[in-house]
């Protein structure tokens, strides 16, 4: 199983930008696909972004297509997602997810989660 730590969130006004990152360790970890996802309070966690474990495919969920964009390094064993014309509806905790095994919008799907990075995002 992979272990993953969240870090980069932080405060931001509309319009910023902020770059998270994922660290990942543990056994062959470029063998994982991997994800970002987000939750707020009372929410279920959404779906944010996934990429392939050969960078074969990306996909972004709706609300942050255009304005995010997910990279993954698997010399530094890391992945990335930039989050550029930040809004206040992405406030959340966002989540790292790595280890893949259904459907990559479906959070029960990934076997192995990051402890989450608070992003802010206000007037």
């Known amino acids: 199983q992979v272990t993953l730590v969240d870090s980069g969130g932080g405060l931001v006004q509309p319009g910023g930008s902020l770059n998270l990152s994922c660290a990942a360790s543990?056994?062959?970890?470029?063998?994982?696909?991997m994800g970002w996802w987000r939750q707020t309070p009372g929410e279920e966690r959404e779906f944010v972004a996934a990429?392939?474990?050969?960078?074969?495919?990306?996909s972004y969920a709706d609300p942050v297509k255009g304005r995010f964009t997910l990279e993954r390094d698997n010399m530094k064993n890391t992945v990335s997602l930039q989050m550029n014309n930040l809004r206040p509806a992405d406030t959340a905790v966002y989540y790292c997810?790595?280890?893949?095994?259904?459907?990559?919008?479906?959070?029960?799907?990934?076997?192995?989660w990051g402890q989450g990075t608070p992003v802010t995002v206000y007037s």
């Open positions: 543990g056994l062959k970890y470029n063998n994982y696909d």
């Open positions: 997810s790595g280890d893949r095994r259904g459907p990559a919008d479906n959070w029960a799907a990934w076997r192995s």
């Open positions: 990429i392939g474990q050969d960078d074969d495919w990306i």
